[in-house]
């Protein structure tokens, strides 16, 4: 099946600094990716939906200022985490889409814990 | 506005025991995915149902669609501990000329004792 790896797994900041998220799509390209947060014991919110080459759509409520996303490639889209403050502090996953057997599917990335100090 | 509610949002069963996860969404669509979410863990696809009366098993687990009663319902046949997770559906939602996108239930946390 399709493979979608993020790095870092998890990672601890200082309040102020940025945070980049990569997530890869392995084993397929995949012109669209989404990102999403999930909070403890909560479903996944979506954050913004990332195409190849444009720019990324944010969902209401998400500041495209402080969670900055490039799609650069078939392949690799990151998320940056500009000066970071704790209730930022959240599981971060992307999501790749690819076009299967009769309809669109979503494979998940691993996630990025991340916690703000 | 598409919106997808899960009942049970919490489930403690003991193994052996069968039991039934329902998904409702209020627009039409014509697919549904379900999803596996472990602790600490990010999504597991387990099934893509893509039509209606459609009906996908997977070892004890069995997944159908109704799109006329707009419901999907995940069954869970004779329960192992192993099978203890966060079970989430989806329902995929193009509102206009926005991009396509997942709206997700709320996520039923099933526990299954020894």
């Known amino acids: 099946g399709a493979v979608v790896s993020q790095h870092p797994s998890w990672v601890i900041c200082k309040s102020g600094t940025s945070v980049k998220i990569e997530c890869r799509s392995l084993?397929?390209?995949?012109?669209?990716m989404f990102w999403y947060r999930q909070f403890p014991k909560q479903s996944l919110m979506l954050m913004a939906t990332?195409?190849?080459?444009?720019?990324?759509?944010?969902e209401q409520g998400v500041e495209k200022d402080k969670f900055l996303i490039n799609h650069a490639s078939l392949t690799l889209s990151t998320l940056t985490v500009t000066s970071a403050h704790p209730e930022d502090s959240s599981f971060y996953i992307c999501?790749?889409?690819?076009?299967?057997?009769?309809?669109?599917?979503?494979?998940f990335g691993p996630g990025t814990r991340l916690t703000v100090t | 506005e598409l919106k997808v509610e899960q009942n049970p949002l919490f489930l403690s069963m003991q193994e052996g025991k069968n039991y039934t996860i329902y998904c409702n969404y209020s627009t039409t669509s014509d697919r549904l995915y379900w999803y596996r979410q472990d602790p600490g863990k990010s999504l597991e696809s387990l099934f893509v149902?893509?039509?209606n009366g459609a009906v996908k098993q997977e070892g004890r687990l069995m997944a159908s669609l109704d799109t006329k009663a707009r419901l999907s319902t995940l069954h869970i046949t004779a329960a192992v501990h192993d099978l203890s997770a966060t079970y989430f559906c989806a329902v995929p939602y193009s509102p206009g000329d926005s991009n396509y996108q997942l709206i997700w239930g709320a996520g039923t946390k099933l526990i299954i004792k020894p």
């Open positions: 999501s790749a889409r690819v076009w299967g057997v009769r309809a669109y599917e979503q494979y």
């Open positions: 149902l893509l039509s």
């Open positions: 084993d397929f390209q995949a012109t669209t």
């Open positions: 990332s195409n190849e080459g444009s720019k990324a759509t944010y």
